[in-house]
């Protein structure tokens, strides 16, 4: 350990102010800091400090994606062995998984801590431990079979344009890892959609995710009885919840991003107000939906609208496919891009549901809709904020008599 | 008797708080009173070193309101002025003569029928130091006319002096003292309380008590004002420490001066207990319940007070002082340390962290950061103001928005435990000092 201290102490002599290598110092900073808990003391009031820092913030939240990455590596293994009707046993789809989850892991911590660094330098500013955050959410949110320099173009693209050129940690204004996530979607569009992707087997083998099923119907049905209908993958509300399905990486298991849930919540890092408002918007438009599915087929409406099976999923069906709760548990709760206020956190979430369901439903280009609402709610998030701060200022100005 | 509950906020468990008795130090031979801790003040010296002085006498004037002067808080000789950058007075220390300060401890009959009564005594005293206001946290201007008064005697900041115990002698004093404050304003006299303590002020009715419960800043007066009587804009508040009750009391009863104050030493490196002293003690004489070897003295509480060296003296508005350890300690990758009873921390990020009572040091236990808004200032800050908002704003340098937001309301001490808490360690108080210091400036 003295050895490592000492390491550190004769390389920070190099980057001090004045050297000809203080450029790096925010990189040494950062490694520094890594291995060995900063000294830094406080010089004014408050003289004490919290044992909490970014560090830590953003390291609880890649703790509580680490199941999301096991299981997502043992699903992949899983869907491959059943395409290949071979048994490879617990640990073996483990392994096979990890073989395509660790290379994209890779790619994009590479690739994301290059970008940060090289910004950390030209810009002068710390090394800002979010970027582990957005690297970490990289790979859950891709299929399993995405190329790598797809992946090393796509993180750097989120980190730049999503976070750097506004500033950095702080002051960006969309999800770095949703930009990374919805480049790649418009850029790379038969790497990343379809039913060719999601599942790893024999060349040629298409899995559908479950929400291409009804967004595609050879014929009009509830998308329950389209569910029951796919012979190919077990789409029951049970199977959904435990989550061997297609999808991106992270996404399928329920109970795992439940779990990261009340992790996050309970160390006071996430806040549960967005999580709680947008299933709250998502169970009120997707019943709305279902209303206006009810009189399109048996009311009145049934000549003229055209039937759409998207509308009959009930709520807790569009809870359980594709990857909401994900993105609301992991990406909608990212503090900066989100509402600061908890007046605004609830409307923010609360629209991320509403979009999310309407993203889906009504418009079938798109059938995963999660990553656009939050996208979309970001750009409107410091608009409610204005909004909620310039109640408060009202309530001041009437107050003043 | 009103009641107000403040819910959002957190109680430092820090160790070391003092036991309620006093302990014995020999008299102080040395006070100071130091210029700079006094918002907005452009001090004119009246004296100069090696000069003889009584008690009560200007030492110094605000150049930009002459007619607020400063009191010499003891009888003795002037034995050293300090001066920092810029000729900037820091010290004006006093050489205690005990023996003068005993004869002239004459009781002469006091008269205050009238604010006017009040004011001229108060102007002759020089005691207007003692008076601040809200918003800047100044002293006041005396020809101002305030909406009403606060005095809160419910500090809730952590090693925080127990005015209940420091003051239980003084009872005759604080009541005299509160009644003829009451005479400057044509509003309300709030005098906030916690629990059972200070109960027989419920007797007298020119006092609008306050009963506050809930965790720091619960105690402080920006807080109690949001509750109660919010401060608008263009309004002027007074206030005066709790502790200062008795000098402003012994004058306005007995005619006397008397600076002494008991003051209280806490904190996780020295030996807690109260002493019996006065308004701006000298520490050093209490430098053998250190114990640690590299220490931080601080005057006044942990949060908002100010680091002062062995022989500094306790800051003119301060009652304690707090001593902690200077830490150097690096943990190896601290960051992913488990938890235990090493670890304090307002989220519930640490295993069985230390929740009782922590031996606190000055490590400021992570690197600066840009602000992450984790909703971490809001659970610590009990007023109806956004202060995400309103810290953005003064980093816009907005004065407007600033106002909109209600930055009059707040004061420094007011989002200390803000800073605390925040785990990009920004400090929010310099953040809200500077936007008031913009905005007083600006008139």
Known sequence: MNFLRKIFEETGKLVEEGKPLSWAYPVWEAADTIFFSTNKQTTKGPHIRDNMDIKRTMFFVVIALIPCYIFGAYNIGYLNASAMEIDRGLIGNTIFGLTYVIPILIATFVAGAICELTFAIIRKHEVNEGFLVSCALIPLTMPPDVPLWQVIIGTSFGIIIGKEIFGGVGTNIFNPALTSRAFMYFAFPTKISGDKVWAIGPDGYSGATALAIPANPSQYDTASNLFAANTQFDFSMMNMFWGLIPGSIGETNKLLILLGAFFLIYCGIASWRIMVSSVLGLVFTALLLNLLNYFTIDGILQAGGSPNAMLTISPLQHILIGSFLFGTVFMATEPVTSSHTNTGRWIYGFLIGVLTVIIRSINPAYPEGVFLAILIMNMFAPLIDYYVVQANIKMRLARNV | ?443
């Not at chain 2, 004459?106 to 604010?115: E, F, P, R």
């Not at chain 2, 006299?189 to 306050?210: E, H, M, P, Q």
């Not at chain 2, 949060?303 to 306790?314: N, P, V």
Request: charged share 20%; proline share 5%; with cysteine.
């Open chain 2, 1 to 443: 008797m009103q009641k107000i509950t403040i819910k959002k906020g957190h109680n430092i468990n820090i160790s070391g708080i003092a036991s309620r008795e006093f302990s014995n130090a020999p008299a102080q031979k040395f006070v100071s009173i130091s210029p700079q801790d006094f918002n907005y003040v452009k001090p004119k010296l009246l004296v100069k070193e090696g000069d003889q002085v009584t008690i009560g006498d200007a030492l110094f004037f605000d150049k930009n309101n002459p007619d607020v002067k400063w009191p010499s808080i003891a009888s003795g000789t002037i034995s050293n002025i300090v001066y920092g950058e810029r000729r900037a007075v820091l010290d004006i220390v006093i050489k205690i003569d005990h023996d003068k300060e005993k004869n002239i401890e004459s009781s002469n009959q006091v008269n205050l029928s009238s604010k006017d009564d009040v004011k001229n005594l108060i102007q002759k005293n020089n005691l207007w130091p003692f008076i601040t206001q809200r918003p800047f946290n100044k002293v006041v201007n005396p020809s101002d006319n305030p909406k009403c008064i606060v005095v809160s005697l419910a500090d809730s900041s952590p090693l925080a002096n127990d005015l209940s115990f420091s003051l239980s002698e003084k009872k005759d004093y604080i009541i005299s003292a509160l009644s003829n404050l009451r005479k400057l304003t044509d509003g309300q006299l709030y005098v906030a309380i916690r629990g059972d303590n200070f109960s027989f002020l419920s007797d007298y009715n020119f006092i609008n008590l306050i009963q506050v419960e809930g965790p720091h800043p619960s105690g402080n007066v920006g807080v109690i004002l949001n509750k109660v009587n919010p401060l608008n804009q263009n309004d002027i508040v007074w206030t005066v420490q709790g502790c200062h009750l008795p000098v402003l009391g012994k004058l306005f009863s007995k005619g006397i001066l008397d600076f002494s104050l008991n003051i209280c030493i806490g904190g996780p490196a020295v030996e807690p207990s109260y002493f019996k002293s006065r308004i701006g003690a000298r520490f050093d004489l209490h430098k053998d319940s250190l114990l640690k070897e590299n220490v931080r003295i601080i005057t006044g509480n942990v949060l908002t007070g100010k680091q002062i060296d062995i022989d500094g003296f306790l800051g003119f508005y301060h009652s304690s002082f707090s001593v902690i350890e200077e830490s150097f300690n690096r943990p190896f990758i601290g960051w992913l340390h488990p938890g235990g009873k090493t670890k304090y921390s307002v989220f519930n990020a640490y295993l069985g962290s230390n929740k009782k009572s922590f031996d606190f040091t000055t490590l400021q236990n992570g690197s600066n950061r840009a602000f992450v808004p984790v909703d971490a200032w809001e659970r610590v800050f009990p007023m109806d103001i956004y202060i995400n908002a309103l810290a953005r704003s003064v980093e816009a340098n907005d004065i407007d928005e600033m106002e909109q937001l209600g930055i009059y309301e707040c004061d420094e001490e007011d989002v200390a435990l803000c800073s605390f808490v925040c785990p990009s360690k920004s400090d929010v108080g310099a953040i809200i000092r500077k936007g008031l210091d913009t905005i007083y400036l600006d008139k």
